[in-house]
C-alpha cells in the first residue's frame, strides 16, 4: 500500500515536471541559432606505394554563435573520422590440451575499419555519457552489436572491451583530447589521423557541436580512400581478373627464377 | 623506407621484407630447398595476415624453385614420367588444399591448424634428418661408406599393386605411393605455403627407394607445378597473392640463393644436412613455443576482408 502511494507521488512529481523540462526544451530548441560548417581541403586521399598515415586538418565554423557562452568556453566541438564499416571478428583463446586454441568469438555488425577522434577536451566531459552514448560518439559509446546468436550475452562486456582495445593499442582507433582547437572566435581547426593500414573506401568526417553539455547540431562529409596508379591497378586486376592475375604472378616468378639463373650463370 | 602492400593492404618496411628473401634466399640455395617453410612463419612473424603470407609464400616458391629445375633439366636429372604421377596426385591434393583453406579460415583455427602441421612436420623431418645425418658423420668419421639406399632392399610399399616402369630412376613401383605422396604434399602447399621438398626428398629416399640423383630434380619439377597451380588457385577463390610482397621477396630471395648455393658447395653433405635439420627443428620449436605459452593477449580481432 504504501508503495503504490509512492509510486502515485512519483508520478504526479513527474507529471508536473514534465511540463516544465518540456518547456525547457522548447527554450532549448528556439535557442539553437547555431549552424555548424565545415571543410576539408581535399575530399580524396590517394594512397601511393610509400603511403605511411595521413593527417587531416578540418576546418570549421560556427556561426549563430552566443558571445557570451563562447567566451566562458560552454561551446565544445567533437571531430571524428570514420573509416569504412565491416563485420568484425572477436576470437578468445583458451588452453586445451596444452595448447593455446581459438575457443570462442563474437562477431560485431558493421563496425569501422578505423575511427580517429579529435575533440576540444576530454569528450566525457562536454557531455554526459548517456547522450554519448546515444550518438554512438567515441570509442567507448561506440555501438557494438553482436550478429547472430550470443548465448545468454553474459560475455558481451568482455568482448566489447576487448574489441575495444585491442582497436586502439593497434593504432586503428585513436582519441585526440585537444585536438579541437579555435582559431578565432568561430573558427575552429581540428586534426585527425588516418593510420597507414588505413582501408579503403568511403570514410566519414563527421563534426558535433555541444552547448553547455547539450548536443547542438552536426555536420557530415565524405572522404574517399582510394589507391592510385600502381596499387590500384594491382587490386582491380586481383579482385577482376583473378585468373590472369593468379597467372601474371606465376609467370612473374617464372622469368624471376630464369632470369636470375641465366644472369648468374654468365659470372 | 615503407612500401604499401595493395593486397595485404598495409605498408611495411621494404629492407625488412628484402632482408627476409635474401636471408631465406641464402639458406635455400645453400641447403638445395625452396625455402616455403621458413617464408610463411617469417612474414606471419612480421604480422603478415596468414591468409596472404600463405598464398604469396607459395609464389615465392615457384621463384626459387624455378633455376634449381633448370640445372637438373639441362643435367638430366628429372624423371618427368614419375614427377607427372607425382604431380597427378599434387593437382588433386592443392585443390583439397584450397577448400580446406576456406574452410578452416570460416571456422577461424586456420592460424591454429598452419602451426600445428609446421610443428608437428617441422618437429618430426628435423628430428629423423638430424639423426640420420649424425649416424652419417660418426660413419665418415670412422672411414665408412654410407649408402643411402640399399638395393635389393624391398618394404611394403613395393607389394602394392598398378606397378609401373619408370625408366629414367630404374625402378618399377606402383603408382599409388607416388600418386598419394603428391596427393598429401598438394594439400601442404594450399595450406601451408610451402613447397614440400623438405618432407618429399626424403619420402621419395627413404620410403619409394627412388635413386637420390633424380630425387631433387623430379620433387623441384613437381613443386613448381603444384606451386603454380596454388598461386592461380588461390588468387581466383581467396584474392589473397600480393605481388608486390612476392616479387621483392623473390629478388631478393634468388639473389640470397646464388650466394648461398656457392657457401653450401664447400660443405659437406652429412654437415650440410646437420644444419639443415638444426634449422627445421629451430623453426619448429619457435612455432611450437607460441603455441604452448600464454599469449600476450589472449583475445584477437579480424575483420570480414581476411577473417574468414
Redesign the interface.
Known sequence: MRRLINIALAALTLSFAAPASAQLQDENANDFTEKLEIGISTDEIA???????ADLTIFGAVDGFNPNLLAQGKYNIIVSLEGPK??????????VF?????TS?MTFELVP?SYSLSSTRDIETIAPPGEMGNMGIGVDHMRLVPLGFVGDGSNLGE?RN??R???ETSGVYERDPGGVQFISSSLFKASVRLP??V??GVHVVRAYLFRDGTFVAAKALPLRVV?TG???V??ET??GQ??F??????L???I??????LL?RKE | MTIYLPIAELSVNILIILGMGAAVGFLSGMFGVGGGFLITPLLIFYNIPPVVAVATGANQVVASSISGAITHFRRGTIDIKLGTVLLCGGLAGATVGVWLFSLLRRVGQLDLVISLLYVVLLGSVGSLMLWESVRAMRKAAKNQATPLRRPGQHNWVHRLPLKMRFKKSKIYLSVIPVAALGFCIGVLTSVMGVGGGFIMVPAMIYLLRIPTNVVVGTSLFQIIFVSAYTVIVQASTNYTVDIVLAFVLMIAGVVGAQYGVRVGQKLRGEQLRALLALLVLAVGIRLAIELVIPPKDIYSVVSAGFGF
Open positions: 594512397i601511393t606505394s610509400d603511403f605511411r598515415g565491416d563485420n568484425a571478428t572477436v576470437r578468445k583463446k583458451e588452453r596444452g595448447i593455446w586454441v581459438n568469438s575499419e568482448f576487448a574489441f582495445r585491442i582497436r597507414a593500414n582501408p579503403n589507391k600502381l596499387e590500384q594491382i587490386t586481383a579482385h583473378p585468373l592475375y593468379g597467372v601474371f604472378a606465376v612473374l616468378a617464372v624471376t627464377g630464369w632470369g636470375a639463373s648468374f
